[in-house]
């Protein structure tokens, strides 16, 4: 298995400019959700999934939208980027959403927005 | 606002020494994790623990859990260079919907 993945790695954005960040699982997890991470601070949840088809809001989503097509991938679209955004994202899935599992997290997106 | 929150922010220690590090939350939880981050690398789970656990082992490392003064402390024993990292606490509050909540993390740096 692969586990969580992100792409891409690194990512400089204008202000306005919008992207989407990919995370893809193969453990067939059922939760996915995406985090930022800013200098010297924990993790603050965006976005989250419990299931195909299903997402709600996390701690800080404003800025950002996400779709879950499919139970492998779980993609972070910013609609127009803000050097606010600038940030590390990570991607995490679990096997339910009952956090009783351990969370596998992908490698991280360096997202810098001028 | 973060559920948890690490205390010391920072740590410094020689190798073969002990690390505590602390972390207190607000509100009830069904458990409480701990993850390890390197620098500039992503998070991997180190331990999680029950509300119902008071204490729980792994290798080098011990964590103890107490609900009634809402704080848990990671241990590691005879600390090596390689554990340096950051260390944070997440906990679940038990509710449906409700996910990981993460501190700010303890800096930790084992001298050689």
């Not at chain 1, 792409?7 to 995406?34: I, R």
Request: charge should be positive; glycine fraction near 10%.
């Amino acid at each position: 298995n692969a586990g969580v993945t992100q792409t891409p790695k690194f990512q400089v954005l204008k202000t306005g400019q919008s992207m989407t960040l990919q995370c893809a699982q193969d453990m067939n997890h059922e939760y996915m959700s995406w985090y930022r991470q800013d200098p010297g601070m924990g993790l603050r949840l965006i976005h989250y999934s419990v299931g195909a088809g299903i997402t709600d809001q996390g701690e800080v989503p404003n800025g950002y939208n996400v779709s879950r097509s499919t139970t492998e991938d779980f993609p972070l679209r910013l609609l127009s980027a803000a050097p606010s955004q600038t940030s590390v994202y990570f991607c995490a899935s679990s096997y339910t959403h009952r956090g009783q599992e351990t969370q596998y997290f992908g490698p991280g997106t360096r997202l810098l927005v001028l | 606002s973060q559920q948890g929150e690490e205390d010391p922010q920072a740590l410094s220690i020689q190798e073969g020494e002990n690390a505590t590090m602390n972390c207190s939350y607000k509100t009830s939880i069904n458990n409480l994790q701990w993850y390890r981050q390197n620098s500039g690398r992503g998070l991997v789970h180190l331990i999680l623990i029950r509300s119902n656990e008071r204490e729980k082992h792994s290798g080098r490392l011990r964590v103890t859990l107490d609900t009634s003064k809402k704080s848990s402390s990671l241990l590691i024993t005879a600390s090596r260079a390689a554990d340096t990292a950051s260390y944070f606490c997440a906990t679940y509050p038990g509710n449906a919907g409700n996910m990981l909540t993460f501190g700010g993390g303890t800096r930790l740096m084992v001298k050689p």
